[in-house]
Structure formats: structure tokens, C-alpha cells
T-cell receptor, first 118, second 109 residues
Framework: GAVVSQHPSRVICKSGTSVKIECRSLDFQATTMFWYRQFPKQSLMLMATSNEGSKATYEQGVEKDKFLINHASLTLSTLTVTSAHPEDSSFYIC??????????????FGPGTRLTVL | DAKTTQPPSMDCAEGRAANLPCNHSTISGNEYVYWYRQIHSQGPQYIIHGLKNNETNEMASLIITEDRKSSTLILPHATLRDTAVYYCIVNLRGFKTIFGAGTRLFVKA
């Protein structure tokens, strides 16, 4: 149980285009999901907290107009990178918090999405 | 500021126990100790967590000192597939997870 998926697993796009990444909790409902990004040889950096039915909370220094987050259902959150530029190339990872059962409040992570902006 | 201190890297022989230490001297009474690991180019994998008592599951054991200022993650029989970066995280239950640098564990044949 507690499986989180991401789609796509990797995407290459041209500079100036927008890219949407989906994060799904497959076997549990998640009122809260989190988005991270990771640059090569660095640790994960939290970008934002996504709450179902409300606005996301962004970490300091993360542009909310550039990284649009929508959490429209209890199993799906999306991250849209708008007007992507090469410096946005990174590994984007989501996580979802379990809301019931033995694993209550534990975060499970998706496999990540590798974004390359040309 | 990081709430935990971990060695940057460790080696372990395949088949032996891997003991990964973590210091969290400023942990508060209601904060849990979580361990995750990240294998190259994958998302982090949850391993185990605990509050006060030692915990064991199918992946690992977590030993927390009585004063809760440090803990050790034990992989009882390390395999080459356990080579990864291991993150020790101190957190309020359900709160957002902030990652430090972790420990890079190399399991060698």
C-alpha cells in the first residue's frame, strides 16, 4: 500500500513552454501533498505544500506564479511549470501524506519527474 | 537550520549490518525520528519512524537513545541494492519534511 505515482517520468520541452506534472496517490486519499525539486548532487528542496480544495503554500523563494499547483481531488495534485527556462531543468518529486491507518501521517514519495528545458 | 547531523558517507561490506548514526540533540518531546533513503534517480523511499521506543520492520531497525538525542538505523544484512543516500529527519507527525544532506552509504561486495 501507500503508492504514489508521477506522470510523466521524464519530459523535454522548449524554452517558453509550460509543462504539467501529475502526482497521484494510488491506494489512499491524500488531503496534503508536497512538491520538491532536486538539482544534481543536491538534496531535495521543498517547494510547496498542496492542500486539497485550497491554495498551495509556497516556501520562501519559490515563485507561485511560475510553479502553479492544483490539488483538485483527494488523489491528484498537479504542478505546472509555466514559461519554462533551462534553469528550471531539474528532478521534480511529489509526496503524499497518509491520512488514516497504521501509516497515519507518514509521507510517501513518487518516483520523480525529470524535466529538461532546451 | 538542520535539526539532524549525519556523517556524509559510510561504507559497509555486503552481508554485514549497516549502522547509520544520526544526532538530533534539539529534538522536542513530540517530534518523531523518520528515516528515508534515496537510490540514484528515484524518489525517496520511506524506511521507518519512531518516537521513543525502538522499532523494527521488514526493512530495518531503529534504535533511539533514552534521551532521544541520537538514533541509529540498522540494516541487518546489507546488500548492494542498499547503496543509497539515507536521510534522518526529525519532524512533527504529519508536518512537511525538510531534507538535510543525508549519509551516502556504499555497500561493497
Amino acid at each position: 500500500g501507500a503508492v504514489v505515482s508521477q506522470h510523466p517520468s521524464r519530459v523535454i520541452c522548449k524554452s517558453g513552454t509550460s509543462v504539467k506534472i501529475e502526482c497521484r496517490s494510488l491506494d489512499f486519499q491524500a488531503t496534503t501533498m508536497f512538491w520538491y525539486r532536486q538539482f544534481p548532487k543536491q538534496s531535495l528542496m521543498l517547494m510547496a505544500t498542496s492542500n486539497e480544495g485550497s491554495k498551495a503554500t509556497y516556501e520562501q523563494g519559490v515563485e507561485k506564479d511560475k510553479f502553479l499547483i492544483n490539488h483538485a481531488s483527494l488523489t491528484l495534485s498537479t504542478l505546472t511549470v509555466t514559461s519554462a527556462h533551462p534553469e528550471d531543468s531539474s528532478f521534480y518529486i511529489c509526496s503524499a501524506r497518509v491520512t488514516s491507518g497504521r501509516a497515519l501521517d507518514t509521507q510517501y514519495f513518487g518516483p520523480g519527474t525529470r524535466l529538461t528545458v532546451l | 537550520d538542520a535539526k539532524t547531523t549525519q556523517p556524509p558517507s559510510m561504507d559497509c561490506a555486503e552481508g554485514r549490518a549497516a549502522n547509520l548514526p544520526c544526532n538530533h540533540s534539539t529534538i522536542s518531546g513530540n517530534e518523531y525520528v523518520y528515516w528515508y533513503r534515496q537510490i540514484h534517480s528515484q524518489g525517496p523511499q520511506y524506511i521507518i519512524h519512531g518516537l521513543k521506543n525502538n522499532e523494527t520492520n521488514e526493512m530495518a531497525s531503529l534504535i533511539i537513545t533514552e534521551d532521544r538525542k541520537s538514533s541509529t538505523l540498522i540494516l541487518p544484512h546489507a546488500t548492494l541494492r542498499d547503496t543509497a543516500v539515507y536521510y534522518c529527519i526529525v519532524n512533527l507527525r504529519g508536518f512537511k519534511t525538510i531534507f538535510g544532506a543525508g549519509t551516502r552509504l556504499f555497500v561493497k561486495a
